[in-house]
């Protein structure tokens, strides 16, 4: 498959609290970022008090929207390729209409001003885009306002705004706080239980940060992360209690966002207890993924994100491609659908099994675990994604090393079992195609209750060398079966 043209897209977001450029490799199901620039400026941290944006948050964001329009140029991004806009402060300030001309003056393009509704239901969509079976609300804090969107069976049904940015709410203390969180929040609490509650915004994914670190999770990935509500709701308790010179301790939150998360912690808890969710999620994707999804048209929203960024992933980094598409369609063959996993996560495995053939021999199942555990790819809990993981690092003959062992421990025994068999099968079938496309759709590979058997033509007998054998039986003994090949004048 050729590589695709590179149309890059970019975002400017002008939000309450910070001004970031974000440059994704093109309007497509599974885009990636190749560029990503914040600038925390600050614009709603007065609007509470004087109705104007900071002056000095005035400043630094016109001189940020500068820098991003130069970068956006010489990037190859013009008016068609670009969407630029602006959320809670700008739309409410007494001189956000004034702004929004100075700064599209600065970057010759459109500002649009987003309304509460159109925030929400973007943010909800950039949910969906990575995480496409969420059921139950989305929730974005920006630095100004709070969003939330119902979403079920990937439609949006309600979108809702309150004024509940930590920036707006600076300076009120807790007693005054708490009421009005809890009066907005009183209509949910007569309603249903939501299966999930998703998180979008800076100042949850640090909170969640920091819970990851206190368990010791063994990745950083926060996209997906998931705890309990009940975990999320003692964790959050505690934060918004905190002081700041205490928080300021803590080495995953930002430093600049130090005196928004007491704020941010409240607004989680009196949400989980409004809402009575069974699981919190943090999302990666929010109103700048929504933008991308909006522009598909709906055979692309319907794609699988996991199998499009696999096969993206693979098309960058594989020796070919084509083998892996092969391997995949060998699995689906061999594996009944959830026998070891569903056939989107062999998919996937299998695009992804030869990423590291450029890597040192004894590098390559470190290298391809460390690789899949942190790459950017959607559809995908963090158990899925650790099993992929897994089975790769058992495709290049790795062991429960150190390297593993870490991960392990949170998918357990079943699961790690299944990923010796997927690594097993790739493993093998990496060697009889010894890299070379076209030979897996003329063998075939089948099992029964007792064994396995792999049939070649006459002509291709030759292939079946002792390697080959060797990685069968493998196979074989992993999944408690006997081996045994055919050779038939046809297939």
């Known amino acids: 498959m050729a590589d695709q043209p590179f149309q890059p897209f970019g975002v400017i977001d002008i939000g309450s609290n910070s001004v970031r450029l974000v440059l994704f490799d093109g309007v497509k199901r599974a885009p990636a970022s190749f560029f990503n620039e ?27 929207l500068g820098r991003f329009k130069v970068i956006c140029e010489k990037s190859g991004i013009g008016n068609g390729s670009l969407e630029c806009f602006a959320t809670a402060a700008v739309r409410e300030a007494s001189d956000g209409a004034d702004f929004i001309a100075e700064a599209g003056k600065i970057l010759g393009h459109k500002v649009r001003v987003l309304s509460g509704e159109e925030e929400a239901l973007l943010a909800a969509r950039g949910v969906l885009s990575g995480i496409p079976e969420m ?6 804090l920006g630095g100004g306002s709070l969003e939330l969107a119902a979403v079920r069976g990937g439609e949006i049904s309600h979108t809702i705004s309150h004024p509940f940015g930590p920036l707006r709410l600076a300076g009120l203390k807790r007693k005054t706080i708490l009421p009005m969180l ?56 505690i934060f918004s209690k905190q002081s700041v010179s205490s928080l300021a301790d803590i080495e995953e939150i930002s430093a600049r966002r130090v005196e928004t998360i007491p704020i941010a912690a409240l607004v989680l808890r009196e949400l989980i207890d409004a809402l009575k969710p069974t699981e919190i999620v943090i999302s990666a994707h929010g109103v700048r993924e929504g933008i991308i999804f909006d522009r598909l048209d709906p055979k692309e929203r319907d794609k699988d994100p996991l199998r499009e960024g696999a096969a993206a992933m693979a098309q960058r980094r594989a020796f070919d491609p084509e083998v892996g598409k ?24 299998a695009r992804l099994s030869d990423i590291a053939w450029r890597d040192h021999p004894n590098y390559r199942r470190a290298n391809i675990l460390h690789a899949v555990l ?78 396995i058997v ?31 090949v055919e050779v038939r004048d046809y297939l």
């Not at 070649?456 to 081996?483: C, F, N, P, Y």
């Open 38 to 64: 914040k600038v925390l400026c600050g614009l709603g941290r007065d609007i509470a008090t004087t109705g104007s944006l900071h002056p000095g948050g005035r400043k630094n964001a016109l001189e940020a």
């Open 135 to 140: 059921n139950g609300w989305v929730a974005d």
């Open 182 to 237: 809890r009066e907005a929040f009183a209509p949910f609490k007569a309603g249903e239980s939501a299966e999930t509650l998703c998180l979008v915004g800076g100042a949850w994914r640090n909170i969640a940060k920091a819970h990851m670190a206190q368990i010791k999770y063994p990745i950083k990935v926060l996209h997906h992360y998931s705890m309990t509500a009940r975990e999320a709701r003692d964790f959050s308790d």
């Open 326 to 349: 092969e391997i995949a369609d060998f699995a689906a063959d061999f594996f009944a659908e959830n026998e070891i996993f569903p056939h989107r996560l062999v998919a996937a495995a």
């Open 374 to 451: 942190h790459a950017p790819l959607d559809g995908l809990s963090h158990k899925d994604r650790i099993c992929i993981a897994l089975s790769l690092y058992y495709r290049y003959g790795g062991e429960s090393t150190a390297d593993a062992k870490a991960v392990v421990r949170v998918v357990g025994a079943e699961e790690q079992k299944k990923t010796r068999i997927l690594g097993a099968f790739m493993r093998f079938a990496h060697v009889l195609v010894g890299q070379a496309p076209g030979i897996l759709p003329i063998c075939h590979l089948a099992q029964n209750e007792n064994e």
């Open 454 to 484: 792999l049939t070649v033509s006459q002509g291709m007998s030759g292939l079946v060398g002792e390697i080959v054998l060797v990685r069968l039986q493998a196979l074989g003994d992993l999944m408690e079966k006997t081996v045994r």
